[in-house]
């Protein structure tokens, strides 16, 4: 079992940024592919962003590409979400989740850990 919990979520205006982090406890964490969700109001869960095991593969929805970074400590079972130019339409609970292997950009189905989610909430 991987036991996540995301943090990091707020209100922001339109251009600003937020840094979420996901800690993660219980198996290996360098185990797992890391990802990003984000899911708003009467909307399904959508790929964000995903990290490989040793960070040497990112891969990025289009919606978010050159605004969003990913990144990921091993030694602290962390990964990171860092939000720039933050528009209304990013508005969503982001959820981090775990699987053991690539690729990144999956459905949610196919993940297999997943925190309780924090709001993000972007003002025009």
């Known amino acids: 079992q991987v036991q996540l919990r995301e943090s990091g979520g707020g209100l922001v205006q339109a251009g600003g940024s937020l840094r979420l982090a996901c800690a993660a406890s219980g198996r290996p964490f360098s185990n797992y592919v890391m990802g990003w969700f984000r899911q708003a109001p009467g909307k399904e869960r959508d790929f964000v962003a995903a990290i490989s095991r040793n960070s040497d593969t990112t891969d990025y929805a289009d919606s978010v590409k050159g605004r969003f970074t990913t990144s990921r400590d091993n030694a602290k079972n962390t990964v990171y979400l860092q939000m720039d130019s933050l528009k209304p339409e990013d508005t969503a609970v982001y959820y981090c989740?775990?699987?053991?292997?690539?690729?990144?950009?999956?459905?949610?189905?196919?993940?297999?850990?997943w925190g309780p989610g924090t709001q993000v909430t972007v003002s025009s």
């Open positions: 989740a775990a699987k053991p292997t690539w690729p990144g950009r999956s459905t949610p189905g196919n993940w297999n850990y």
